[in-house]
């Protein structure tokens, strides 16, 4: 009898697996376009008459964007990112290579019309670079250094 029973316990543990459903593991849906989130700051400010809270005033500003683009970027897409961070740029040189991006570009933003000069490097899912700026002023020029750097975010 024990052993009936002990046959039967055994028949049902085997039936009970056996009919039991299977996991799988669910693929992660991935987007094609990615949220790419930009962070800078302003490094270093001069020029003939600033004065330390002029300079100071401007080294807190921000710069940020944020762009949705493709997850594989193209060097259209790179350039509309780095431009949208300084304002409505012009590109009068954009190059870019396996991992570095050097470009030359007049931007018309918040703080008035820039020349600038940014130099970069990226990566598959980030990007960072050095601007450096000139603002016409009627003082003499200001000179702007800023740094900034993206990565992706999400989805979009």
Same mark, same amino acid.
């Given at each position: =009898? ?15 697996? =056996? ?6 593991? =669910?693929?992660? $849906? ?28 401007? +080294? ?5 964007? $944020? ?6 970027? +193209? ?10 961070? #300084? ?22 933003? $918040?703080?008035?019309? =820039?020349?600038?000069? #940014? ?11 050095? %601007?450096?700026?000139? #603002?016409? %002023? ?6 702007? +250094? ?11």
């Amino acid at each position: =009898m024990k052993r009936l029973l002990a046959g039967v316990c055994i028949a049902w543990v085997a039936t009970s697996a =056996m009919a039991a459903p299977k996991t799988t593991a =669910m693929k992660a $849906t991935t987007s094609t376009n990615a949220l790419w989130v930009t962070t800078g700051s302003i490094v270093s400010v001069s020029g003939a008459g600033l004065t330390a809270e002029q300079i100071e005033t401007i +080294k807190q500003q921000k710069l940020s964007n $944020t762009t949705c683009m493709a997850r594989s970027p +193209k060097p259209a897409d790179i350039q509309t990112a780095i431009g949208n961070t #300084f304002g409505s740029c012009t590109f009068s040189k954009f190059g870019l290579a396996k991992t570095t991006i050097r470009a030359t570009m007049k931007c018309n933003g $918040t703080y008035g019309p =820039m020349d600038a000069d #940014f130099v970069g490097s990226r990566g598959m899912m980030s990007y960072s670079g050095t %601007n450096n700026a000139v #603002f016409p %002023n009627t003082g003499g020029n200001v000179y702007v +250094k800023s740094v900034i750097s993206g990565k992706i975010s999400g989805n979009c």
